[in-house]
Every structure is written in C-alpha cells, then in structure tokens.
Nanobody, 119 residues
Framework: QVRVQESGGGLVQAGGSLRLSCAAS????????MGWFRQAPGKEREFVASMRWSGGTTYYADFVKGRFTISRNLAGNTVYLQMNSLQPDDTAVYYCAAQRVGATQYDVWGQGTQVNVSS
C-alpha cells in the first residue's frame, strides 16, 4: 500500500514561518506530481502548490506566490512546503497528495497537518 504522510504543522505567530514535510512510503510508486492543498474551517479544500516529479516544474496558487516554496528530496522521496510570512488566513489543515502514473488526478492523500497562525 502506498502512503503519504505530512508533518511539521503547528502554531506560529503572524509573520512567522513553518516547514511542512511529506514523505511517500510503502510500495514504491511512480508519481506524476506531488502537491499541497489546504482546507480552512468552513471552506472547501483548495490548491496551494505542486511539483511535477519529472523535471521539477512547480506551480503555485496566487495567494502564496512569493511566500511559499515547494521543494523535494528525491533520495528521500519527500516533498516540502516552506511557508514564510504566514498570516491568520493561512490557518488550515494542510494536505499532501500524490498523483500516481496512470491516474488522472491526485489519488493518494495524507491525513493532513494542522497549521494555526495567530494574529
């Protein structure tokens, strides 16, 4: 069984930084992409950032451009989300997801990690 597991969430003051990690584990699987999504209370889940696994092209939601950076460790099969200049509106559960080769959308999801930003 393939899995992805997030870590690194927590409480931070506005203007602070956090780094989220997402490790893929279980049976080795080929990925098209890995990404980060978030869901704030009372809102729908939204896209944050993603990276094509082949080539490393990155994509960002407009609201995080210049503040968040997605990166990866190929050897560790891990993707990271560096979040700087955090604001209270960034408070959400952050989910990591992987799109396996052959899948038309993200099909492996983590359980999420809570990020709280205080004002």
């Amino acid at each position: 069984q393939v899995r992805v597991q997030e870590s690194g969430g927590g409480l931070v003051q506005a203007g602070g930084s956090l780094r989220l990690s997402c490790a893929a584990s279980g049976r080795t699987f080929s990925k098209v992409a890995m990404g980060w999504f978030r869901q704030a209370p009372g809102k729908e889940r939204e896209f944050v950032a993603s990276m094509r696994w082949s080539g490393g092209t990155t994509y960002y939601a407009d609201f995080v451009k210049g503040r968040f950076t997605i990166s990866r460790n190929l050897a560790g099969n891990t993707v990271y989300l560096q979040m700087n200049s955090l604001q209270p509106d960034d408070t959400a559960v952050y989910y990591c997801a992987a799109q396996r080769v052959g899948a038309t959308q993200y099909d492996v999801w983590g359980q999420g990690t809570q990020v709280n930003v205080s004002s």
